[in-house]
């Protein structure tokens, strides 16, 4: 078993996405921003206002897709927003992926 029923009742609706822009996947999943307290590991610019965070947010996904095989410049869509995937990591109960982790980041279209 794995933690795919909960997502897909209470996680928001998501796309995979190759770099062309083909979409590889629909999928729920959890996607919040990463307070700061848990950013001390993520690469930010400290400014003359304070820090700047550029965008982390945690991803929490079924097993699939499988975002830690995900080729360079795949992305993932929620609500209008485009998120580059930073670091994937699969979490484990026994032998079984029971979800994906992610630290994803919002692209900014220039």
Same mark, same amino acid.
């Given at each position: 078993?794995?933690?795919?029923?909960?997502?897909?009742?209470?996680?928001?609706?998501?796309?995979?996405?190759?770099?062309?822009?083909?979409?590889?996947?629909?999928?729920?999943?959890?996607?919040?921003? !990463?307070?700061? +307290?848990?950013?001390?590991? !993520?690469?930010?610019?400290?400014?003359?206002?304070?820090?700047? =965070?550029?965008?982390?947010? !945690?991803?929490?996904?079924?097993? =699939?897709?499988? !975002?830690?095989?995900?080729?360079?410049?795949?992305?993932?869509?929620?609500?209008?927003?485009?998120?580059?995937?930073?670091?994937?990591? +699969?979490?484990? +109960?026994?032998?079984?992926?029971?979800?994906?982790?992610?630290?994803?980041?919002?692209?900014?279209?220039?």
């Amino acid at each position: 078993m794995n933690i795919t029923p909960i997502i897909n009742t209470y996680g928001r609706t998501a796309s995979f996405s190759s770099k062309s822009g083909k979409k590889l996947a629909d999928m729920k999943a959890f996607i919040s921003p !990463l307070r700061y +307290k848990n950013k001390m590991y !993520l690469y930010g610019v400290n400014t003359e206002i304070g820090y700047n =965070s550029q965008g982390h947010y !945690l991803y929490i996904g079924p097993p =699939s897709p499988d !975002l830690t095989d995900a080729e360079e410049g795949s992305y993932v869509t929620c609500g209008g927003e485009k998120y580059r995937i930073d670091r994937a990591e +699969k979490v484990y +109960k026994g032998d079984e992926v029971f979800y994906i982790w992610a630290i994803i980041r919002v692209i900014v279209e220039v």
